[in-house]
């Protein structure tokens, strides 16, 4: 296997991107990270595209090949692949173009995730959302994505004694970091109260601890390391790809204070690269609900079970505490498109490694981690992005 | 070859409305309305509630109490005016939730508020003729009343399930006697596709309700050679409280006799579940030896009449692993107008 | 029209809580699995049909809120995550009780409610909800 590295990023705004179709911001994305990469539209060997369901979005179907063509690399009838996995479709597509260009199969790799949620209305996204949980066992008796979160939320309190009031150290420092991010669809800071006042969704997470409905589209481009060199001076390695899975439906898990498919991802990816998880330095963890973020700090192992409310309350994960996490605004508030998520956290991660994260800069990063979960944690990636 | 009641079930809603609600809305004295038709509330089905679920909890009730095989049941028979589909069984799906499918026949009955009764009549029929060993007899109803009608504060929602077999089973009640007085009388109707009953005002009391229960009765009791004091319990079909106080006193019985089968005054009018859910109250409490006199009612119109005496296997039978109808009459919710409407589909929704 | 066969096929673990014990290590699972995920190879033949008594307490629950559009009728409405007493744990609505009332650790039984219909001509479904136990 080869090291392979992110030569080249480039992201859309998140939001509600009304002008914009699928396949316009896909493009976008695209474009912006082969430009950074320096590389033609020629070299481009594979186009993989992580998206959940353009076929319930937007009644589009066959997405990866729509995206080849408007981007221009269909002259070359090179192979575009679209992979899902819910939640964590952006990060699969990552780690399936890592892979291909670990194998020797591929050079120039280009890898997409593009969602674009807002053509239909709330209660569908809801809907559609609700297919990452088990449809016959969960959805079916109504079970909504959030209500599951709310479980595990109301669980963690009763077992850990954790509060509310803990648990809006989450989206308040989320909305902090999207502030600096020009990027990000909710550029503006909230205090607790907001958290706490907000309107219920399921009991006790209200509006402010669930992540919205956000078009957008983020890419990289990917290159054996032996080459990266000739494109770019801050290549960034993937130094650890993890994948894990678990049972679909939350209620059939060993235990649902535990995303087992996280532990089982981190610890490959640690493994893989040689690292200690203290060695991280800045982690744009899965934060699709405020207890996401708390278990997944636990899960990697940044800090032990039933600690997490506790560590992130303290101020821990902050800009500047012991490990910053979300610096992007996480998908609380940079926003949640959700197959653009796992591509726009390593996005994310190469703008740090490389120093260009302006306001939001954590001083001195060469090593990063993203962690993108499906459903309810059925499946979970982490990646170990360095400073190559 | 004597047939009767091997065991009984019975359902009702926990959400109640009170007339004096109903009326706030339709600038009418709902509490007086109330008073005069003697019901101080009625139950109301949750949004996720039908006659189906009724019937399948009140069945599930009666297999509480007893140690018959489901597989032996050889029919089921739901009566009801508001089978949630038109075409396609409630008692199929009875039965696979009570495990009885697939060997047995199955049918859904329609006969306003006696369709109950009439499933009675047919399972004694096919379990006296050695046919089956067991028949289930469901009357279960979630009726309502157009806003605005007389109705709308008695249209109430439950069932009662009762396990029919013959004297070679250990009947808890034996049936001793039944009849059935049937005239084409049009005091109660709904056409097909519509959502709300219409009736006869006036019409639906002396040439309906009085002359058939009066009748059937009475009849009832001179082949049973009896008198209206050896029955220790009467239950009679009860649209409201007043009419079967009424029909008692015409035919001779005492408000006390009456006082254990009479439900509709804290429950209202449950239709084909009513005389079944006075029924299932009476055996909650019945003792070897007690005398019942049942006479349920349907528009259109008909009366069954029953003659039952309790044995001493009421006492032997689990009636505490079911719930009883007096449980299930205190522990109720009230709910206002607005959340009556919501839950009864009476607010127009976007499709 | 809709996804008749879809929901018919479950009617027996969805009407009557029908799970399966694995007859290696003892385990209880719901809804049944042919294979049992602890055992493996050892279990195949050996997953047998069993009727979950119906029994539980809650794990953990929310107040839905924010609901799908064919539970608009129902909310807010209880969800609850309910460990059975066969050690299984299940998801489905908790009825029949105040919000403020329901607690981890609640009894519960499991009885028969509509869980939805396909639209307004559409089949009706059927299968459990939970009701607080009388303790």
Not at chain 1, 81 to 99: D, H, K, P, Q
Not at chain 2, 22 to 43: F, N, P
Not at chain 2, 100 to 116: I, M, N, R, S, V
Not at chain 3, 60 to 73: I, W
Request: glycine share 10%; aromatic share 6%.
């Amino acid at each position: 296997m080869r090291d392979v590295a992110i030569i080249g990023i480039g992201d859309t705004k998140f939001g509600e991107l009304w002008d914009s179709s699928l396949r316009r911001i896909g493009i976008e994305a695209g474009i912006a990270a082969i430009n950074d990469a320096g590389i033609s539209g020629d070299e481009v060997d594979a186009l993989y595209v992580g998206n959940m369901s353009a076929g319930r979005f937007i009644e589009q179907e066959h997405v990866a090949a729509l995206i080849a063509d408007y981007a221009g690399l269909t002259k070359n009838h090179i192979p575009a692949t679209r992979v899902e996995a819910s939640g964590a479709s952006g990060a699969l597509a990552l780690r399936e173009g890592y892979l291909s260009v670990a194998s020797g199969e591929y050079d120039i790799v280009v890898i997409g995730g593009a969602e674009k949620m807002t053509d239909v209305g709330d209660e569908d996204i809801t809907n559609i959302q609700a297919a990452a949980m088990d449809q016959e066992w969960e959805s079916v008796f109504g079970a909504t994505l959030p209500s599951l979160y709310a479980m595990m939320s109301r669980r963690y309190m009763h077992e850990y004694g954790a509060t509310r009031e803990q648990f809006t150290s989450v989206p308040v420092k989320n909305h902090a970091n999207a502030a600096k991010n020009p990027k990000a669809q909710y550029r503006r800071a909230i205090k607790p109260e907001t958290v706490l006042n907000a309107t219920m969704v399921a009991d006790p997470l209200g509006m402010f601890d669930c992540a919205p409905n956000s078009d957008g589209a983020a890419a990289v481009v990917l290159a054996p390391m032996e080459i990266a060199k000739k494109y770019t001076d801050t290549p960034v390695r993937i130094a650890g790809s993890g994948q894990a899975s678990a049972s679909l439906a939350l209620h059939q898990r060993r235990d649902i204070l535990t995303m087992d498919a996280t532990v089982y991802a981190a610890r490959k990816a640690l493994k893989q690269a040689g690292r200690d998880v203290g060695d991280i330095q800045v982690a744009e963890l899965n934060d699709n609900y405020t207890i996401s973020e708390i278990l997944a700090l636990e899960d990697i192992g940044f800090v032990e079970k039933g600690k997490g409310a506790e560590f992130s309350s303290s101020g821990q994960t902050e800009i500047g505490g012991k490990i910053a996490v979300n610096t992007s605004g996480g998908l609380k508030a940079r926003g949640n498109p959700i197959g653009a998520t796992g591509i726009a956290q390593a996005v994310e991660i190469v703008r740090q490694l490389r120093g260009e994260a302006g306001e939001r800069q954590v001083d001195g990063a060469r090593i990063g981690l993203t962690h993108n979960v499906g459903g309810t944690g059925a499946t979970a990636i982490v990646h170990i992005l360095e400073v190559a | 070859m004597k047939t009767g009641i091997v065991s009984y079930g019975a359902y009702i809603p926990r959400t109640r409305i009170e007339p004096a609600e109903i009326g706030r809305v339709w600038g009418i004295d709902g509490e007086a309305m109330g008073k005069g038709l003697m019901v101080h509330r009625k139950s109301v089905p949750m949004p996720d509630e039908d006659t189906i679920t009724i019937s399948v909890q009140a069945a599930r009730d009666m297999m509480q109490r007893t140690q018959a095989d489901p597989e032996e049941i050889g029919a089921i028979f739901v009566g009801s005016e508001s089978h949630p589909y038109a075409v396609k069984p409630t008692s199929t799906i009875v039965a696979e939730a009570i495990e009885a499918a697939p060997h047995l026949t199955a049918a859904d009955y329609e006969f306003a508020c006696k369709a109950g009764t009439a499933a009675i009549q047919t399972s004694m029929g096919l379990v006296g003729s050695g046919m089956m060993r067991y028949s289930v007899a469901i009357g279960a109803d979630t009726s309502q009343g157009a806003p605005g009608d007389a109705l709308e504060y008695t249209a109430a929602a439950g069932g009662a399930a009762l396990l029919i077999g013959t004297e070679k089973e250990r009947l808890i009640a034996v049936i001793n006697h039944t009849y059935s007085f049937t005239t084409d009388t049009p005091d109660f109707w709904r056409r097909e596709g519509q959502m709300y009953p219409s009736h006869g005002g006036r019409f639906t009391g002396e040439p309906a309700y009085f002359k058939h229960v009066v009748t059937a009765g009475k009849t009832l009791m001179e082949m049973a050679d009896t008198k209206p004091e050896d029955y220790h319990h009467v239950i009679l079909h009860q649209p409201n409280g007043k009419f079967p106080n009424r029909a008692g006193k015409q035919m001779g019985f005492t408000s006390e006799q009456l006082k254990y089968g009479l439900l509709t005054p804290e429950i209202g009018n449950t239709y084909s579940g009513a005389v079944m859910l006075g029924l299932a109250s009476v055996l909650d409490i019945a003792k070897p030896g007690d005398r019942i006199l049942m006479v349920a009612f349907g528009s259109g119109a008909g009366s069954d009449a029953f003659d039952l005496t309790v044995t001493d296997e009421i006492e032997k039978i689990p009636r505490e692993k079911g719930t009883t109808v007096r449980e299930m009459i205190d522990n109720y919710t009230l709910i206002d107008y607005a959340t009556y409407a919501k839950y009864r589909g009476k607010i127009k929704m976007r499709e | 029209m809709g996804s008749i066969p879809r929901f018919w096929r479950e009617n027996p673990s969805r009407y009557n809580l029908v799970g399966v014990k694995c007859d290696n290590c003892g385990r209880v699972f719901f809804p049944p699995r042919d294979i049992c995920p602890v055992c493996h190879r050892e279990s195949i033949g050996k997953m047998k049909r069993l009727e979950l008594s119906g029994k539980g307490s809650v794990y953990s629950y929310t107040l839905v809120q924010d609901a799908h559009p064919q539970f608009e009728m129902l909310k807010p409405y209880i969800l609850a995550m309910v460990e059975m007493d066969e050690g299984v744990k299940i998801t489905s609505q908790i009825i029949d009780v105040k919000p403020e009332d329901v607690h981890i650790g609640m009894k519960v039984e499991a009885v028969m409610r509509k869980l939805g219909a396909e639209g307004n001509s559409g089949i009706l479904h059927y299968g459990y909800k939970f009701r607080p136990v009388k303790e």
